[in-house]
């Protein structure tokens, strides 16, 4: 095993309080870390135990003796260790009096019981534990040991690690211990369990968890507090994703690399917890594959540019373990960086950045460009696409200004200057482009095939259906029928290209205005029309009718309602002849959670179940019926 020279690092053990503060939090007795610090020319050791940190350099007595009249009877410790050790091993041991704290490298032991970590200890555990013990009479000392590694299992290479300990003679306010928490969890790459915020050492939240709650897996970070002692320039997650990301070089060990932050100074993501699994879009003609997993990434309390790029290095051994990933040469991983944070990733205003395979293993993505718009958050994912390819977006017409649809075109890789050749209705037309964003004006329905060529030959070709973009391509079944209940839920139909946003006018047959939601809800039949306006002044007029029908009961039955949360329900279709059916479950407000179409049936009944607890909609169409039911999952 590589021989390691031991450093100076501090260990104080003292009789007064506010010795210490971490993050601002005063009355800190003992502090063990290793920061690397040279002493007198000594040897740097090269090892990093947790996300480019090493473990603390344990004394040979392994032992420390508290004066009992300065730690009272109640204290809070943090820790933070690694173990890989197969059997349990005791790692920290606390006795005052007849009270006990036993921490090992699978649980926690006290006198009052177990607790069980929620972590892999071969990942890395931070342990934060709060006692206020009984008074003790006959005894005034305290022992603190540290268990060093079993040499017989240290030659097989396990060990436990001990990265810091930070100890206080007091019950530590939950403000206190989150802002300690906080420091720890950046600097080793452990995201906080639950519904956590992440507070700097002035208590400005750095990651707020409501905010950010879709992004709440694998939460990591890089920071300067000096207020907290925390300097951490390059971050991975504990649990190995394959995701790294930090500021100029990587370095072995974060102490040692030479890259600048200013001070209070915060970057954190997290993510969606989605799949890497690469696949192909909806159109088959889409340049890229896609992935489930999405992640933020949040600038905060910055007061300087000095965070705006950064490297961004994937292992993918690491994180592709289940798809075994191999890029080709044809189809590159790249960075996908969006300014929205909306639902959906935006991938046709995404800035790409290629990777670079650095060996086998790690791709890196250089000169990453965080947060262009200063609104002080990105989301990013990655993709797989050629060399050379475009993304588009599709931009409707303008009734306020009578300004045409376009086609605006974004060109990804490649060198220019480009050749674009564009085919329209049997009409070529050939264009050369030194900027890679460009728009297409005047754009009428149809397919426009567009292929965009550069000195080095490559070439991407994409065939883009334009056949609606000139209206607001939002639809409405023209009968709806009465349900059980002598009511109906009619919803409209919008295609999901459709970016923009819509205003609602419900009439009746005399004109009158019966509601201006999305939706309406209907108890009586007649004639009635929609007119949909979207926010660039263009609308459309959609009339239909609301019938009754007395055997609607016997065409379509929802059982069980309600229905209890995981469990099945079933809508039972006993219609009149063969037909094309589209059932769509949607929220009570109207979205559209998902749509099933089940093509020349009869009889039919559809299975499906819903986790979360609430009213929901069921969206029925065929060719001769429109109506909806509701469902109520307990």
Partial sequence: MKKIVPLLFLITITNHYGQHSVAKVH??????????????????????????????????????????????????????????????????????????????????????????????????????????????????LCMLNFEDDVPSQEARGQSTKILEFIFYPRILTSTEKLKIETYLSIKYGISLIGSMNYLSANGTKVWDYKENKKYTTSVTGISRDDA???????SGNCIKDGLYIGIGKRDSINSYSKNDLSDSSYMVWGNNGGTTLLQEGANSVEPIKKMGRIWKIQKTAMENTRLKTSFVTLNAKEFFQKTNYTPTALSNLWLAVSTSDSESFDYSAAKYYAGRMINENLIAFDGAFWDKDASGSDTFTFVTAPELFFTYALISKDCQTTENAKIKIKINGGQSPYQVMIVHN?????????????????????????????????????????????????????????????????????????????SYLWTDSNGNTISKDKMLMATKTGSYSMTVKNDKGCQNILPFKINKTSDLSSKIKLFPNPVKSGESFHLQLNLDGVTDVTISVCSITGAILKTSTIQAVSEYTYTDSLITSGTYLLVIHTNSIATTYKLIVD
């Fill in 27 to 140: 009355g800190c007795s003992i502090w063990l870390k290793n920061d690397h610090t040279i002493i007198n020319g000594a040897s740097k050791t090269t090892d990093s135990i947790l996300n480019y940190n090493d473990s603390i350099v344990i004394p040979k007595s392994k032992r420390f003796i508290i004066n009992h009249n300065t730690l009272k009877s109640k204290f809070t410790l943090f820790m933070v260790y690694k173990s890989n050790l197969e059997n349990e091993h005791q790692i920290v041991n606390y006795k005052v009096g007849d009270e006990t704290l036993q921490i090992t490298n699978r649980k926690t032991i006290s006198s009052s019981g177990i607790s069980y970590s929620k972590y892999k200890p071969n990942q890395g555990v931070l342990v934060e534990y709060s006692a206020n013990l009984s008074a003790v009479k006959h005894s005034n």
């Fill in 228 to 234: 907290s002692g925390l300097f951490q320039k390059q």
């Fill in 426 to 502: 049997g009409v070529s037309t050939t264009l050369v482009k030194t900027v890679t964003e460009f728009d297409i004006d005047a754009v009428t329905s149809g397919d426009y095939t567009i292929s965009v060529t550069d000195p080095l030959h490559h070439v991407f070709t994409q065939t883009i259906k334009v056949d609606s973009i000139d209206n607001l391509n939002v639809s409405l079944a023209p009968t709806w029928y009465l349900n059980d209940a002598s009511e109906v839920e009619v919803l409209p139909n919008i295609d999901s290209s459709n970016s923009s946003s819509y």
